[in-house]
C-alpha cells in the first residue's frame, strides 16, 4: 500500500513536472491559414464539348439554383453537426474524458455487480454495437467506388468530345475568385518527369 | 335464521374489486384516449395558438399545482433521507440559479456568444452529475437495489452532451412532459392499481399519435414566424437546431406533449387523489405535525396562488416577455420532479 502511495505520488510529479518543462517553451508562431471552404451540398456534374460555342457555359437546372439559395441562405447560420462539433476542441476533449469515465466505471460496476441479470443486460449491449459495427461495415462494403472513379475519362472523352457525367461538390469558399472547377485526376506522370 | 338462509345468494352481486372498478376504468381509458387525440387534433391544426392559449391559461396553475403535490409528498421528518433531500434542494437551488445566470450573462455581454455551447453543456453536466448522485443516494436507501449503474450512464450522457449540447437541451424540452405520464403512473399503482393495466395499454397510443403527427406534419411548409412571438415559439420547438425539420412538426409535437404535461398535472393527478383537498392543508405532512407548519404552508399556498395571478396579467400585458421569464424561471419545477419521482421508484 505505502509502496503503490509513492509510486502515484512519484508518477503525478513527474506529471507536473511537464508543466514546468513546457512552460519555458516559446509559443509557436500561428501563420494565418486560410479559411477553409464548406460544402454545402452534393449534386451531378456533366463536362460536356460544344465545337460550335464561342464561350464556356455552366448550365444550372432550376431546381438545381433554388436548392443552392435555399442552402446559401443557411450556409452561415446552420453549420452540420460535424462541423459543429469539429469547430471546438473543448467540446471534443471534453466528450472523450466523459467517455472515458463511462466506459471505466461501466468495467467497474460490471465486475463488481453479482448479479447475472447486470451481465445479460451488459451483453446485450455488447452484443448491440457489435451487430451495429457490423452493419456499419456492410454499409461500406456497399458503398460503391469513389467520387473520382467516373471523371477517370474525362480528358479522353474531351479529346473525344464525348460528355462525362459524374457527381459534383457544390463548396462555398472566402473571397471574390470567381468559380473553380477541380477535378478528381490524377497526374500520370511519374515522379522527376515535367 | 330460516329466512336469512333462503335468501338467493345469487342475486348478490359480488363486491369483488375488479366488477367495482370495470365502468370506471373504461370511463378512464375512454377519457385519456379523446383528450389524447383531441390534443393531438390541436397541436396539429393549429400548433401556434394553441401553444399560446395552452401556456397563458395553464403554465401556472399547473406549476401550483405541483407544488401542492411536492409538499404532500415532502416527508415531515426526513429520517435516512436527509443526504437524499439536501442534495436534491441544493442542486435545485443551484442549477436554476446558473439557468437563470446564463442568459443574463449573455444580455450583460459578460459572456460571448461563442462560448454559448460550453455554458450549456457544463449546465447539462451538472444537471446530469446531480441526477446521478440522486439515483445513487435514492439506491443506497435499499440494500437490495444497486443502483451504481448510474454514474456510467450519467458519464455516457455527458459525453453525448458535450458533442451537441444545444440539442442536448431540445431533448430535455421534449422529454420532460413525458415524466408526468411517469408520476401518473406511480400514483396508479399505489392508489388505483385497477387501471394501472388500462391506463400502460392506453400509453401506446402515444407512440402511435407521435408517428402520426410525424406523418402528417413532416412534409407541411415550416410557420412563418415573422413576429418576435411565433419566433420564440419556433425557437422553443428547435427550429433553429433542426432547419430541415418543418417548424410546424416541431411547435405541434412540443405543444402536444405540453398539453398531456398539463392535463396530467391539472386534471388526471387531482382527479385520482394524489394531490389530496386542494384547499385543506391536512393533507400535507409538514402542516399536519406536531409542531409543524400549517400556517407557513398555508401562507406558501396562497402566495403561489398570487404569483399564477400576477403571471396571468403578465401574459396579458406582454405575452412574449413574460413567456421568456416564466420557461427560464419554470426549470426549477423540472428539476424538482426528479427527486420526487426517485422517492416514488
Redesign the interface.
Known amino acids: 500500500m505505502k509502496r503503490s502511495l509513492v509510486l502515484c505520488a512519484a508518477a503525478l510529479l513527474l506529471i507536473a513536472s511537464a508543466v514546468y518543462t513546457f512552460g519555458d517553451i516559446a509559443r509557436p508562431k500561428t501563420s494565418p491559414t486560410p479559411q477553409p471552404g464548406k460544402i454545402v451540398f452534393h449534386t451531378g456534374l456533366t463536362v460536356a464539348t460544344d465545337p460550335k460555342a464561342y464561350e464556356a457555359r455552366l448550365q444550372i437546372s432550376e431546381e438545381t439554383l433554388k436548392r443552392l439559395r435555399e442552402v446559401t441562405a443557411?450556409t452561415t447560420?446552420?453549420p452540420s453537426?460535424t462541423q459543429?462539433?469539429m469547430q471546438?476542441s473543448?467540446?471534443?476533449m471534453?466528450?472523450?474524458l466523459?467517455?472515458f469515465?463511462?466506459?471505466?466505471?461501466?468495467g467497474v460496476?460490471l465486475a463488481?455487480?453479482s448479479?447475472r441479470r447486470?451481465h445479460k443486460i451488459a451483453a446485450g449491449i455488447v452484443l448491440g454495437v457489435l451487430m451495429l459495427s457490423a452493419a456499419a461495415v456492410i454499409v461500406r462494403a456497399n458503398a460503391g467506388p469513389p467520387g473520382s472513379f467516373r471523371w477517370r475519362n474525362l480528358p479522353e472523352n474531351l479529346s473525344k468530345g464525348q460528355a462525362t457525367i459524374g457527381g459534383l461538390d457544390i463548396e462555398i469558399v472566402p473571397g471574390d475568385s470567381g468559380m473553380k472547377l477541380i477535378m478528381p485526376l490524377k497526374s500520370e506522370k511519374k515522379p522527376g518527369e515535367e | 335464521m330460516e329466512r336469512a338462509a333462503n335468501i338467493p345468494l345469487a342475486a348478490w352481486p359480488v363486491a369483488r374489486p375488479s366488477d367495482r372498478t370495470r365502468v370506471p376504468a373504461r370511463l378512464f381509458a375512454a377519457v385519456l384516449v379523446a383528450s389524447a387525440c383531441l390534443s393531438a387534433a390541436l397541436a396539429s391544426w393549429l400548433p401556434l395558438q394553441v401553444s399560446i392559449v395552452t401556456v397563458f391559461l395553464f403554465a401556472g396553475p399547473h406549476n401550483w399545482f405541483e407544488l401542492r403535490y411536492f409538499l404532500m409528498r415532502l416527508p415531515a421528518r426526513f429520517g435516512r433521507s436527509r443526504n437524499f433531500f439536501a442534495v436534491a434542494f441544493a442542486g435545485i437551488g443551484v442549477l436554476t440559479l446558473g439557468y437563470l445566470a446564463l442568459p443574463a450573462l449573455y444580455y450583460t455581454n459578460l459572456w460571448s456568444g461563442e462560448n454559448w455551447p460550453v455554458a450549456i453543456a457544463t449546465w447539462n453536466t451538472l444537471l446530469l452529475l446531480w441526477l446521478a448522485a440522486l439515483v445513487i443516494l435514492r439506491g443506497k436507501q435499499n440494500s437490495r437495489r444497486d443502483w451504481s449503474w448510474a454514474l456510467p450512464a450519467a458519464f455516457g450522457l455527458c459525453a453525448v452532451n458535450w458533442l451537441v449540447p444545444d440539442l442536448f437541451s431540445l431533448a430535455i424540452v421534449y422529454l420532460h412532459p413525458l415524466v408526468a405520464l411517469w408520476f401518473l403512473d406511480r400514483h396508479l399503482r399505489r392508489t388505483r392499481s385497477e387501471w394501472l393495466a388500462t391506463y400502460r395499454r392506453c400509453l401506446i397510443l402515444l407512440p402511435l399519435l407521435i408517428v402520426g403527427m410525424l406523418w402528417q406534419l413532416s412534409g407541411t411548409i415550416s410557420l412563418a414566424d415573422d413576429n418576435g412571438l411565433a419566433w420564440r415559439i419556433t425557437q422553443h420547438a428547435g427550429g433553429q437546431l433542426l432547419p430541415n425539420v418543418s417548424t410546424h412538426l416541431l411547435v405541434s409535437m412540443h405543444v402536444f406533449l405540453e398539453m398531456l404535461h398539463y392535463g396530467v398535472w391539472i386534471i388526471a393527478l387531482p382527479l385520482i387523489g394524489a394531490t389530496g383537498a386542494i384547499w385543506s392543508t391536512k393533507t400535507i405532512p409538514l402542516a399536519r405535525r406536531r409542531g409543524g407548519f400549517p400556517k407557513v404552508i398555508a401562507a406558501i399556498l396562497i402566495g403561489s396562488l398570487f404569483i399564477v395571478a400576477v403571471l396571468w396579467m403578465g401574459f396579458s400585458f406582454n405575452y412574449a416577455a413574460t413567456r421568456d421569464i416564466y420557461f427560464a424561471v419554470a426549470m426549477a419545477h423540472v428539476l424538482a420532479e426528479a427527486p420526487f419521482l426517485l422517492r416514488m421508484i
Open positions: 443557411n447560420a446552420n453537426m459543429r462539433i471546438s473543448t467540446r471534443t471534453m466528450a472523450g466523459f467517455m469515465l463511462a466506459i471505466s466505471f461501466a460496476w463488481r455487480s448479479q447486470n
